[in-house]
Each structure stands twice: as C-alpha cells, then as structure tokens.
C-alpha cells in the first residue's frame, strides 16, 4: 500500500516568513513528485513538479528532493496572504497514477 | 485552451438513482484520471485512462461504480444506484504523460440524500 504522509496542520506563519511544508512517502520506486496548491472549494493547481534530487526554484518556490531519505518538502519565501490553502504533495510511482498526501493546511497571519 | 472542463459543477440526487459525471480532458492530453475528494480519505485516484483505454481502475469502490471515455475527447464516471457515502467532490484530470503534470478540473460537489 502506498502511503504519502503530510502534516495537516494548521500551520500558521507570519507574513514574509519562510513557510516550510514536508512530505514523506512509503515506495522507493517513486520517480514524480509534485507540490499542488487548493484553495477552499476550488480545483488543485500545480505548484511545482520535481523528478531528481535537489533543490528546484521557481520564484518564491523552493521544491527539495531526497529520495534516500524519502522525503520531500516546499517552501514558500516571503509569504504572502495569497499563500493560505492547503497544500497537497503527490507521488508518482513508475506507470501508476498520483499518490496523493491529505495535504497541510497553510495560515499566512498578517 | 479551456482547460479540463467538468460537469455537472453540482448534483443533488436521492439515494438509489442513477448518477453520471462527464469530462472532456484538454486536447491532445492522452491520459485521463478520475479522482474523488472528502474530508476523512483525501484525494483518491478511482480509476485512468491511456488513449481511452482503462489502465488502472482498482481505486474503483465497488460494483456501483463504472467509468467509460468512448473517444480522446470525453469521459463519463457512473454510480448507479447511489448511495449518502458516495457524497464527495469528484475531479478530472489530464495528462500529456503519465509522468507528466495533471491539469484537473474543477470538481463535481455530489450530494447523495
């Protein structure tokens, strides 16, 4: 059984700090990793997308990679109310379809 | 280009009726999914599609549950007879690539009575 592990929260962070999400996942042979973005009610949307270990920047966006460890984590710098929704990780296994995590529920306090 | 489009955005129907959920996946995307959300079990993958072909349906809850895509173009998930635990928002999403980044919809809210 694949299993993604996220933190749900609430994290609360003050506005134009670091916020730091982490995620753990069960199956080695995972090689997709993605970072989605939900606001309440709406659809999730693609933050960011990673595939090798690392660091992977994309504006305030910071995705990182450790595959021995199993792990991966976002953060968001200089947050920004925008910023509060719940953040959902998700893990691609060879052919299989996305593991999602039940995501951590972001508070950006002004 | 539109997006993956969803419909309909809401249903309320009595338990035992026949329910079905459409989607059209963004053109040229080969890959389609459908994935149900609550509260208490997250994002669940139900079920994909490679060129409107099932791949992977074992996400599917049970009997009642059947998803078709008869071209590249549109895809329907059925409940039949429905049930209040079918309740949940329902999305769509394509892919170009099962690799790739999934594009979702934005949602069925399905309330069974």
């Known amino acids: 059984q694949k299993e993604v592990e996220q933190n749900s929260g609430p994290l609360s962070v003050p506005e134009g700090a670091i916020a730091s999400l982490n995620c753990t996942y069960s199956?080695?042979?995972?090689?997709?990793f993605f970072w989605y973005r939900q606001y309440s009610g709406k659809s999730p949307e693609l933050i960011m997308s990673?595939?090798?270990?690392g660091d992977k920047e994309d504006g305030r966006f910071t995705a990182q990679l450790n595959k021995a460890s199993q792990y991966v984590s976002l953060l968001i710098r200089d947050s920004q109310p925008s910023d509060s929704a719940t953040y959902l990780c998700?893990?691609?296994?060879?052919?299989?379809?996305?593991?999602f995590g039940k995501g951590t529920h972001l508070i950006i306090q002004p | 280009d539109a997006g993956v489009i969803q419909s309909p955005r809401h249903e309320v129907t009595e338990m035992g009726q026949e329910v079905t959920l459409r989607c059209k996946p963004i053109s040229g995307h080969d890959y389609l999914f459908w994935y149900r959300q609550t509260m208490m079990r997250g994002l669940e993958l139900l079920i994909y599609f490679n060129n409107n072909v099932p791949i992977d349906d074992s996400g599917m809850p049970e009997d009642r549950f059947s998803a078709k895509m008869p071209n590249a173009s549109f895809s329907t998930l059925k409940i039949q007879p429905s049930e209040p635990r079918d309740s949940a928002v329902y999305f769509c999403?394509?892919?170009?690539?099962?690799?790739?980044?999934?594009?979702f919809g934005p949602g069925t809210r399905l309330t069974v009575l």
């Open positions: 199956d080695r042979g995972s090689q997709s």
């Open positions: 990673i595939y090798s270990n």
């Open positions: 998700a893990v691609l296994e060879r052919a299989d379809g996305l593991t």
């Open positions: 999403a394509s892919s170009f690539l099962v690799r790739n980044e999934q594009f």
